[in-house]
């Protein structure tokens, strides 16, 4: 794995055989857990600006119509959170020369505020090949992290690591992008736009005393590849401040269809795109309206469906339907098949899937439940898919078979689907890869409740080609929660759970305990299912929030959780949703039995105490009436307390007795069983969790204001967590 440094570059070719497709993933980490940035791509020409306004991808412009590239979304990573771009290098039209990759802050942010800001670049099997760390971002609202651009029809990466003070819209606006935001337009020169031949990216502002590399100097390499200069932010030059583009509304909205556009004079087959300016701020998508009346006589009358479930009577049969329905979906939906194998390397293409494939292997044949083909320029991409429902196991000599028979046979990929969730550093099955084969076979991972959250986005919140497709995925989506159908998800704590809570309530679990490790690793499964669950739902992202440092083993991480399950018999982690003023913590206290839920929020700008209780409690008018209020007063290890029952008549009582102590915020909580059974079933804990979860967001968070504008604490009362 080669690490770069700021203006060297390397040739893909040079690190792996197998760039066709690549994956970009950029990341970073915030010391509290509410920092993030949005990713941002672009296609530039000869000239060094997009050819048009739809070469210009973000988060209202994801995905490519020739699937050359995919903005895929972000994932949690031991040291923070990683935002993934696909790119199929086939499908890059050959008049485009460079692929800028960037990120942007909002909300007057800056990168600085961030950690670990960083970008890595993996293969079409997975393996990481290089990787690209950012130490100096300071004040930048947007960076180019680094560009993949064209020399002599081969691949090459630069890193570059330069900032812009002028955030997404000023970015876009320098690459030629006629952006449509009030606020670019007011506080964005036209001088922005302008470009100099000498270097590689638009420089607005250069200081004046700064010198451009000599051509033969340290600022050029790789055989004269231009290096652009160091330090370049965009401000503007007209006397105004430079304003970063107004943090978007938390829901993305699919780019407009291309299908009816017409061809642009000279462009060949490229067709004209929609004639509306991008706006860098996201869409609001519209739900869709409830369900019609039903015509049915009575409730007994059930609708007809496609993928009945009812009559499935063993796991086999679980297992062949849940494959195939799912796999015909895919086949029939491009935007849900390419949505789940995009993050797996596979191309932009024609797809087709089998089942009840025979492929040799030594005297007996083997049978893989399924086989996803996908076509692309008349190369093929294939994998092999084994499926477990109903909480089945992998098993290693399975999977090990398939990724002998792929390496064998030249398929790219297996991909393993089952109701577990797989963990970061700790794969589900161990196998065992030979190295002496120069074919490399990755082994992918995907539970049912992602594929479930999946075809949610697609059919609630972003939308899909036509009114068939919407049908289709509502009938996967049925077949899934159908309660027979075996693909709810992770739904077993494992054979350590119910020791571990007697050992914790006799108080004779020791730390060291292997069982509190495969406890804490069953609580991260569920956590990522929980936020899969409440992101389908909400259209949102919610992730899990990472604050370990960078390189910190994540099995060492968990052996640490595990020994303070052993101290102190609680489990817990932190969610942060979208467009919410806090962190969502959830606490399981395996002593008492009872799961807290909870939100920080900050204490307003401006303004009285006395006034922000008030308004606090006027907010929650529809709150459960059990909900705790705790005020946070700096320096303090509590403040006062009360449930929203006995503060609605008495906001005051919030208040501290001190009038001189400072107030920081105020922490919401509620308070649930856990169930009274011991079982490892998903009625007895899992659903509990993810009951609190959805109720404490739908009754507690939706009354909070999100964009409330918030106080910086001082450092000496800064909460971390």
């Known amino acids: 794995m080669r690490e770069m440094i700021k203006g060297s570059n390397v040739s893909l070719a040079a690190l792996s055989e197998n760039t066709d497709a690549v994956i970009v993933s950029l990341g970073w980490a915030s010391p509290t857990g509410e920092g993030d940035a949005d990713v941002s791509v672009l296609l530039l020409g000869a000239n060094g600006k997009v050819r048009d306004d739809g070469d210009f991808y973000f988060y209202n412009n994801p995905v490519a119509a020739d699937g050359s590239v995919q903005l895929l979304g972000k994932t949690p990573a031991v040291d923070g959170n990683e935002d993934r771009i696909g790119f199929d290098l086939t499908a890059v039209p050959s008049e485009v020369e460079r692929i800028v990759l960037a990120a942007s802050r909002y909300d007057g942010a800056c990168f600085g505020e961030l950690e670990r800001v960083r970008l890595a670049l993996a293969d079409g099997g997975g393996e990481e090949l290089l990787r690209f760390a950012i130490d ?30 002028s955030g997404l819209a000023g970015l876009a606006t320098d690459f030629g992008v006629d952006v449509d935001d009030d606020a670019a337009a007011e506080h964005v020169p036209d001088e922005a736009a302008e470009d100099t031949p000498t270097d590689p990216y638009p420089n607005p502002s250069p200081n004046p005393t700064e010198a451009a590399p000599p051509a033969d100097g340290p600022g050029r390499q790789d055989g004269g590849d231009p290096v652009p200069r160091n330090g370049g932010v965009p401000v503007a030059q007209d006397g105004l401040p430079s304003v970063p583009s107004p943090r978007p509304a938390p829901r993305p909205a699919p780019a407009p269809a291309l299908a009816a556009a017409p061809l642009r004079p000279g462009a060949g087959d490229r067709p004209e795109r929609a004639a509306a300016r991008p ?40 297992e062949t339907r849940a ?52 076509e692309r320029a008349g190369k093929l991409w294939t994998a092999l898919v084994e499926t477990k429902t109903n909480g089945s196991a992998l098993r290693a000599e399975q999977v090990q078979a398939y990724m002998d028979i792929a390496a064998r046979r030249g398929y790219e990929a297996v991909i393993t689907l089952s109701n577990d969730v797989a963990l970061e550093g700790s794969p589900l099955v161990e196998v065992k890869i030979d190295k002496r084969r120069k074919h490399k076979v990755a082994l992918w991972h995907l539970s049912w409740a992602e594929v479930a959250h999946q075809a949610q986005l697609l059919i609630r919140h972003e939308g899909v080609g036509n009114g068939a497709h919407a049908w289709l995925l509502q009938e996967l989506l049925h077949y899934l929660r159908h309660e027979n159908s075996g693909c709810h998800g992770f ?50 992202k919610v992730l899990p929030v990472q604050r370990a440092r960078r390189g910190v083993d994540p099995n060492a991480l968990r052996g640490r959780l595990a020994d303070r399950l052993c101290l102190d018999g609680r489990l817990q982690s932190e969610l942060r949703i979208e467009g919410t003023p806090g962190v969502l913590a959830i606490s399981a206290d395996l002593r008492t039995g009872k799961l807290r839920t909870s939100i920080e929020i900050p204490a307003p700008e401006q303004g009285q105490p006395l006034s922000w209780a008030k308004r606090l409690v006027r907010r929650l008018d529809e709150a459960p009436a059990d909900l705790h209020v705790e005020t946070l007063v700096e320096g303090e290890a509590a403040g006062r307390r009360g449930t929203l029952e006995r503060l609605r008549p008495e906001p005051a009582d919030l ?30 804990f899992i659903r509990s969790v993810d009951d609190a979860a959805h109720r404490f967001y739908s009754t507690v968070v939706v009354h909070l204001d999100g964009t409330t504008p918030r106080r910086t604490p001082a450092k000496d009362g800064a909460r971390t967590g």
């Not at 494959?323 to 024609?350: K, W």
């Not at 030594?362 to 083909?373: A, E, K, L, T």
């Not at 077993?492 to 730390?511: F, H, K, S, Y």
């Not at 009038?659 to 856990?674: E, Q, V």
């Open 279 to 318: 706006r860098t701020a996201k869409k609001k998508i519209t739900l869709p309206k409830a369900a019609r009346r039903t015509l049915a006589e009575n409730e007994s009358w059930r609708d007809a469906r496609l993928f009945p479930a009812s009559a499935l009577k063993s796991d086999r049969e679980r």
């Open 491 to 540: 739904q077993n704590m494992g054979p350590a759970w119910v020791p571990v809570r007697n050992g914790i309530d006799d108080e004779t679990l020791c730390q060291g305990d292997p069982r509190a490790l495969e406890v804490v690793e069953s609580w991260e499964r569920l956590v990522r299912q929980v936020c899969l669950r409440l992101g389908g739902e909400l259209g949102q």
């Open 136 to 165: 100096d971002a300071d004040t930048m609202s947007a960076i180019i992290f680094g560009e993949l651009y064209r020399r002599a029809e081969e691949w090459k990466f630069r890193a570059v690591g330069q900032g812009y003070a």
């Open 323 to 374: 494959t195939s329905v799912l796999l015909s979906v895919m086949a029939q939906v491009p935007e849900f098949g390419r949505r789940l194998t995009a993050a797996f390397g596979a191309p932009a293409g024609r797809m087709e899937t089998f089942t009840e494939v025979t492929l040799p292997h030594g005297d007996s044949p083997r049978r893989p439940d399924g086989v996803i083909r996908v």
């Open 655 to 684: 208040l501290p007795k001190d009038p001189a102590s400072r107030i920081a915020g105020f922490r919401l909580s509620l308070l649930k069983g856990m169930g009274s059974t011991r079982g490892n079933a998903e009625s007895s």
